[in-house]
């Protein structure tokens, strides 16, 4: 009996391995043909099939520089939340009293604002000081995503116990060197798990972007977004763009996946 079960959890398994793949499948090999390929049988594999619809899509998305541009939004949002609210929530956890209690509840309370309740009055204020820029971008993921990330850090740090810090103390190392060296490193598995959840927010974020980001500094979501509008009906090019898009995306679970993982891993033992 358990023998037919496995087999049939592998067959169910497989079959919706199949129907995750088929839109990737559509996507990748209709890029590869040419029009009158694609409305004969959009099913079939690529037969004649041509690069060309890859050169020009890369050409049309201004690729290097819209790559270049999430990558630096990105990797620079990712690192200042993470540096913000390690230490806010080590300063909150650490320090029991009525200030921290209420700071630590307005942080969780600010997950509860949806993004377009202040989209308006945000923008207005962040063009007011001429600050509609990535940097000025940058500031604001730290507002927004900085709630959860503490309340993330905070959970893991109070299983950490203060004898920790006491110890490092009483061997001369001072409050800064206690986080860095001691308590920091002790929190790597959740570290991986807010990189990851705001890398992949703020990699396809498109509303906020599109209302602070000046054309030469456009991210991937804001050009596929232009890209379409152009090429609505030049399916070839269109699919392509798309393959090129989530080619980034892929590289990055590839290359990331050992320390996704291992930070899944760790906090289930922990």
Known sequence: MKTKGRTIIGIVGLLLGILWLFPFYLIVSN????????????????H?????NYVNSFQALHFIASLTNSLIITICSVLVIILASSMAAYALQRNHSKLSSGLLLLFISAMLIPFQSVMIPLTANFGAVHFLNMWGLVIMYLGFDCSLSVFLYQGTLSSIPIAMDESAELEGASRWQIFTKVIFPMLSPITVTVAILNIIAIWND??????????????IPLQMFNFFGEYTK??????????????????FYLFAQKWIIKGVTDGAVK
């Open 48 to 52: 004649p099939s041509t690069t060309d």
């Open 234 to 251: 030049q399916w070839h090019l269109a699919l392509a763009g798309i393959t090129i898009s989530i080619i980034p995306v892929i590289l």
């Open 206 to 219: 498109y509303l906020l972007p599109s209302l602070v980001l000046p054309q030469a500094q456009y991210t």
């Open 31 to 46: 890029s590869f043909k040419t029009p009158k390929g694609i409305f004969a049988s959009v099913l079939s594999l690529p």
